[in-house]
Antibody, heavy 118, light 111 residues
């Protein structure tokens, strides 16, 4: 079955760089049409799409955050990595990775809460 | 870029029908499919409507989606409300300049 799991630090300091890993199973990111996305949700607030990487290595970023984000994939390890630079307390959120195989996010990880605080 | 605007909250009684709107700020709502996600407290979002008006298997037919070009809005309609429908609902669509856009979410209270 399809599973995704986020991993990374629970706490980062302001100005530091956050690195999150999405480890997935049950599908091939090399398959045509497959994408893995990162989405975040600050406590009590709305979902915000961050970035996406496609089966063919195409990458897309949120307009407001694109200068801070980098997404990459390691197909052999079934992993997608997101880095976000210059972390700030407003970046405190639960970060999700989610698969899209057609037109909607069909599988999500459980999310990982990242707190930005000194 | 465009925004998707949803009412902050709606409430209705069990057994009734509720409609949650999602208004696109620029460009036609009909240009791209709209998805709707349900997020119960403490849970991960799950899709209840995709491609504007399609229900995934397992989602009851009490859930339906539509668009209204005159108001440039999409709507999620939930009929025969149940207490288990109480959740946050998010619309989502595609922005060709970046990728995916979510609405601000609507908290549905079934009281």
């Amino acid at each position: 079955q399809v599973t995704l799991r986020e991993s990374g630090p629970a706490l980062v300091k302001p100005t530091q760089t956050l690195t999150l890993t999405c480890t997935f199973s049950g599908f091939l990111l090399s398959r045509s049409g497959m994408t893995v996305n990162w989405i975040r949700q600050p406590p009590g607030k709305a979902l915000e799409w961050l970035a996406r990487i496609d089966w063919d290595y195409d990458k897309f970023y949120s307009t407001s955050l694109k200068t801070r984000l980098t997404i990459s994939k390691d197909t052999s390890k079934n992993q997608v990595v997101l880095t976000m630079t210059r972390m700030d307390p407003v970046d405190t959120a639960t970060y999700y990775c989610a698969r899209m195989s057609s037109t909607y996010f069909d599988y999500w990880g459980q999310g990982t809460l990242v707190t930005v605080s000194s | 870029n465009f925004m998707l605007t949803q009412p902050h909250s709606v409430s209705e009684s069990p057994g009734k029908t509720v409609i949650i709107s999602c208004t696109r700020s620029s460009g036609s709502i009909a240009s791209n499919y709209v998805q709707w996600y349900q997020q119960r407290p403490g849970s991960v979002p799950s899709v209840v409507i995709y491609d504007t008006n399609q229900r995934p298997s397992g989602v009851p037919d009490r859930f339906s989606g539509s668009i209204d070009s005159s108001s440039n809005s999409a709507s999620l309609t939930i009929s025969g409300l149940k207490t288990e429908d109480e959740a946050d609902y998010y619309c989502q669509s595609y922005d060709s300049s970046t990728s995916w856009v979510f609405g601000g979410g609507t908290k549905l209270t079934v009281l």
